[in-house]
């Protein structure tokens, strides 16, 4: 009797393909000519979205075109997805999707035929790469203007072009270097959505390299910490902003200096800044601290005009690791 | 599912780049180039000498009276060197942008950071080239031996020059090649195909300028090194068995050519990279 009940339906978007850390980086060092960009980087990539945050010359590109085999460290080694990139950087790269900084494209050609063209360079097949093309295009917001030279693509068209071309292939890992820079306000939300969808709803490994704070505290669920070509600090995002205790915004009426010495003999850490405002971090996870605060200035008989909760933001974690606070 | 959610599905097919990409890359070059009308027509005035030697055969193999026009191996050279003139213009059509174009819209990184090596980037240019190079070359050239043998009706004069396939072969492959790397390796240095285009000229005709006018002074032919044209020349004279031209030495101009084309590789594998490094 032939079986007639209902062939299982597949996940099209199952939880995870890679289950180890996406990307290792072990006492990596990389120069150019006498400068150090990277210096014995040690990081570790969790699957799922990653923020490689830092200021501008902190090493993120660097690191990333590192990974791509771009680069030679002068020591270290790194795996992506569990292969060695000294060993295996074409298999890596037949596995990755990377959306570089600047603009890039490859000229002469319209999108749909660019990201194909991206799609069998990646091994797909000719077929396959044009309706990946199609669907992919509509995906980014750009199924209008499929046909449209891209020399005439303006800055944010570029930016999705590009997002378009590294996920064709259905990578299992992306790279994404500032994916929103020289984009509009709505152009750059539309980005940022795309990018927490496809690392959340599609489940598409990501590292997302950006000096911007929000577009990395939207998009990613673990952060990376880059300065000065080292890593401050990483952790999930939740856990570094929630772990440390809170930060008061107090602005006193009395001697300033004195409370801020009182304050610090109580053990508390204290920042002056350029303004009357002083910032209390007040360690621990209890709602005690604006009262110890209140009771402090009282016992000092100091008039507090000023006391604001600051919600710890990826802001706080990144000025801490980079000893900015 | 909403619409917006089946934008990005999984891929579920078979994935075979490593190794396979620079086919990729030559096929998509070669289609873009013939898409090209005026591209086309030059490619076909590229087989006027060819139509015209055709006829020159056929009339020759017919009518005894033109007997003198009946081809010999020197013919074939002198075909080859007739079409030495559209090997440049395609050279500088074709290739000037090759990577000029790229290094301008920042696609080195683009290609790089697919399952493909800087070698693999740089055959696969070279191969639109050289396939181009090769059908205004060694195509009409072993097409005019076989006419010959199709319109005498007899193998005889293959027979007796058998030397001529292997000479055709070196001798086109010696032209192709050293037009085609040394075109690659400038448009390897420079954003502009424009700029790319007038220094691949300026290379062949300030070098010849050159030889010729140490000739002019010296009175001896020997500089010819001077020159890849030249050399060129040279080369071809010997592998047809023909007396040199000049007084250089067939080695030496065997030298200037392999070296100009090992030079250009070695220029190649050097500019071709994901990441432009300023130290």
């Given at each position: 009797m032939p079986d007639l009940s209902p062939a299982p339906v597949q996940d099209?978007?199952?939880?995870?393909?890679?289950?180890?850390?996406v990307v290792v980086a072990d006492h990596l060092s990389v120069r150019y000519g006498k400068n150090?960009?990277?210096?014995?980087v040690t990081a570790l990539f969790p699957p799922g979205a990653v923020g490689l945050l830092g200021?501008?010359?902190?090493?993120k590109s660097t690191l990333l075109k590192s990974l791509l085999g771009f680069l030679v460290p002068e020591k270290g080694s790194m795996k992506v997805l569990g292969l060695d990139v000294a060993a295996a950087p074409l298999e890596i790269r037949e596995r990755i999707g990377y959306m570089p900084e600047s603009d890039a494209h490859i000229p002469g050609m319209n999108a749909v035929s660019f990201v194909a063209y991206c799609g069998q360079l990646s091994g797909l097949p000719a077929t396959d790469a044009m309706q990946r093309a199609h669907e992919v295009l509509y995906y980014v917001g750009l199924g209008e203007a499929?046909?449209?030279?891209?020399?005439?693509?303006?800055t944010g068209m570029k930016q999705r072009i590009k997002l378009a071309q590294a996920i064709v292939h259905d990578p299992d890992l992306l790279f994404l270097d500032?994916?929103?820079?020289?984009?509009d306000p709505k152009g750059r939300d539309e980005m940022l959505e795309l990018i927490h969808d496809l690392g959340h709803k599609k489940n598409v490994n990501l590292i997302l390299s950006s000096h911007l704070l929000p577009d990395v505290e939207y998009t990613c669920d673990y952060v990376v910490v880059m300065d000065k070509g080292t890593v401050a600090t990483h952790g999930p995002i939740e856990a570094l902003k929630g772990t440390h205790g809170r930060v008061f915004e107090m602005r006193i009426k009395g001697d300033q200096q004195r409370f801020i010495e009182v304050l610090r003999a109580e053990g508390y850490e204290v920042h002056d800044t350029d303004e009357d405002v002083v910032r209390v971090f007040v360690p621990?996870?209890?709602?005690?601290g604006a009262k110890a605060l209140f009771g402090l200035a009282a016992r000092e008989r100091v008039q507090v005009r000023h006391l604001r909760p600051s919600i710890p933001t990826l802001e706080d974690v990144f000025a801490r690791a980079v000893g900015e606070v | 599912m909403p619409i917006h959610d089946q934008g990005y599905r999984r891929y579920l097919g078979s994935r075979s780049a490593i190794g396979r990409s620079w086919q990729v890359m030559t096929r998509t070059g070669v289609m873009s180039m013939v898409s090209k009308r005026q591209f086309i027509g030059l490619m076909l005035f590229a087989w006027a000498p060819f139509v015209v030697r055709a006829v020159q055969i056929y009339v020759s193999a017919t009518f005894t009276q033109a007997s003198f026009l009946a081809p010999k191996g020197e013919t074939f050279r002198e075909f080859l060197d007739q079409q030495g003139a559209f090997v440049f213009f395609v050279t500088i059509w074709?290739?000037?942008?090759?990577?000029a174009n790229d290094r301008r819209a920042n696609a080195l990184q683009l290609y790089l950071s697919k399952p493909m090596t800087s070698a693999e980037y740089i055959a696969g240019k070279l191969a639109i080239l050289f396939l181009f190079l090769v059908s205004v070359t060694f195509l009409p050239a072993m097409m005019l031996l076989l006419t010959q043998a199709i319109f005498a009706g007899s193998l005889t004069f293959i027979r007796n020059n058998l030397y001529l396939f292997p000479a055709i072969t070196l001798f086109s492959l010696a032209q192709v090649l050293l037009a085609s790397t040394t075109m690659l390796a400038l448009s390897s240095m420079s954003k502009s195909a424009r700029f790319v285009s007038v220094m691949y000229a300026g290379l062949f005709f300030f070098t010849t300028a050159l030889f010729n006018a140490l000739r002019g002074i010296?009175?001896?032919?020997?500089?010819?090194?001077?020159s890849p044209g030249a050399s060129l020349e040279q080369l071809g004279d010997v592998i047809f068995r023909?007396?040199?031209?000049?007084?250089?030495s067939p080695a030496i101009a065997a030298v200037t050519v392999f070296v100009l084309i090992a030079g250009s590789l070695w220029i190649l594998m050097r500019r071709v990279r994901g990441v432009e490094i300023v130290t």
């Open positions: 099209p978007f199952p939880p995870e393909r890679f289950t180890g850390p150090v960009a990277l210096n014995d200021p501008n010359g902190a090493g499929r046909y449209r030279n891209l020399e005439t693509y303006s500032e994916p929103t820079n020289g984009m621990g996870s209890s709602d005690t | 074709v290739g000037a942008g090759l990577i010296t009175g001896r032919s020997s500089f010819a090194w001077l023909l007396p040199p031209r000049y007084t250089m």
